[in-house]
Each structure stands twice: as structure tokens, then as C-alpha cells.
């Protein structure tokens, strides 16, 4: 019996934000980041023709399926920029957001304030 490679769990960073979440190989890193239940994380269309969820992938293994060359050209694919709804994980990956997801995971992180220890005596 041979296990399926596309159905175990991988490691998803961000790496604008440190946030990770685990992303099996059958779902797209947009699917688990939506998971994160942050707001304001834009989802657009989920099909790959609206590009609203265009992020970087920093290193990691991925599947892709076909993406709106109007949102990614041969050159942003061959740089890794491509749409986080249509890629797969296929090891740990890091993203990096861009485009419109960019302002909204920095909003996020600014949002939440700061821990400070207490102090001692």
C-alpha cells in the first residue's frame, strides 16, 4: 500500500507575519490561510482569474494549476509570485504576501498589541 504523497500535512509560514498552519497536499495554502480566521484576508474569486491572493513562495515545494496570466505572467511564475488559490503544498513552504493580501496581513500584525513582561521588583 503506498501512502498518498499529496494527502499529508505540510508546514505553511508566512513569512511576513511568523503565523503558520499546517496545509495538506490536497487543498490550496489560500484554503488553509482562510482557516487562520483572520479578517479581511481577500479570497476574490478562488479559480485563479481575479489575483487578489498573489503571494511569493520564499522556498518550499509546490503544485500549481493554471493561473490568469494577467495576474501572472511567465516572469512572476518563474520568481515563484503566483496565487495562493491555486497552489498545493508539496513540503514546508514560506510565502510572502503581495498585492492586496500584503496590507491586510501587516494591518493584522500592527493591530495586536505588544506584550509587555511584567515588571520586578
Do not use: F, W
Not at 11 to 17: M, N, W, Y
Not at 60 to 87: F, Q
Not at 91 to 110: F, N, W
Amino acid at each position: 500500500m503506498s501512502v498518498d504523497p499529496c494527502s499529508s500535512s505540510h508546514r505553511v509560514t508566512i513569512a511576513d507575519t511568523g503565523e503558520a498552519y499546517a496545509c495538506n497536499g490536497t487543498e490550496t495554502v489560500l484554503v488553509g490561510l482562510a482557516r487562520l480566521g483572520k479578517r479581511g484576508i481577500p479570497v476574490g474569486c478562488r479559480g485563479g482569474g481575479c489575483g487578489v491572493c498573489k503571494v511569493e513562495v520564499v522556498s518550499g515545494e509546490y503544485r500549481k494549476r493554471v493561473m490568469s496570466r494577467t495576474h501572472v505572467n511567465a516572469d512572476d511564475e518563474a520568481c515563484h509570485r503566483v496565487l495562493a488559490c491555486c497552489i498545493y503544498p508539496s513540503s514546508d513552504v514560506v510565502v510572502r504576501a503581495i498585492g492586496p493580501m500584503q496590507k491586510t496581513l501587516h494591518r493584522s500584525v500592527a493591530a495586536v498589541p505588544p506584550t509587555i513582561p511584567p515588571e520586578t521588583s
